[in-house]
């Protein structure tokens, strides 16, 4: 695996996400790194982030599935320009769509497996295939489309 | 609007949920009311519910659709029975997919606006639709695939 997160490379002043953000203290932080042609996430829940007891929020599997499906999306675009993650100009990608399949309950107490795949990457949007697996299995699958963020939502 | 919450109603086994349930001291705790033919929950995110400065982060956005429409799929199938929310045997219900098109960014500090509408009930599954405007505008729009808690996962 790469040894800096996406995340660690995104600006100040674009990580503040309650996902993803180095700088939100009460976000989740989610990190995400390369393994071979996939971006893995590896998190542990809190024990509130319960749906029953036993299991996980399906909220929060969307929410990490949402931030590292869209971190993989500026990765996989700077790889595409064969640049590195800190070289201008940046790449800043936001979320059109989400989709979770809720496959099988998800055992709260145990990190998850998040892992993310390059389906397509055309112009400004990119779509990332996902799944979420824990104790060895597979719980989740997601798809996130990505579109680079306007300038305009882009904080000076 | 109905005056008491369909999360209201949750049995206290049921209500820990980190979206919904009224037991969990971390979580949103939303609540949804009837109005007419639909369900509206009003949220107002907390500053650090942040995507980028200015607004809101789309995972709560998904989960606010998640819980919502969960709730709404529960409060609809007791109507459908014409049983109150508290009558037995009780109907639970945990989401199977979960779908968010991101429409326009989502201004941070200013209440959500959340409705959902019940497009399909069949058996267990129940397919609800939902909406989320914020400054009178539309931002999102969800579908959640409900289906009725299977008996093992419910608490004792």
Known sequence: ???RAFQDYYPDNLSCCYGCGRLNEYGLRIKSYWDGEEGVCVYLPKS??????GFVYGGLIASLIDCHCTGMAAAASYKAERRDMDTDPPLRFMTASLHVDYLLPTPLGVPLDVR???KEITGRKVVVAASLSADGKLRARGEVVAVRMP???VPE
Request: hydrophobic content about 45%; aromatic content about 6%.
């Open 116 to 118: 993310a795949r390059v």
């Open 151 to 153: 300038n305009h939502l």
């Open 48 to 53: 509130y982030h319960i749906a029953v007891p």
């Open 1 to 3: 695996m790469s040894e």
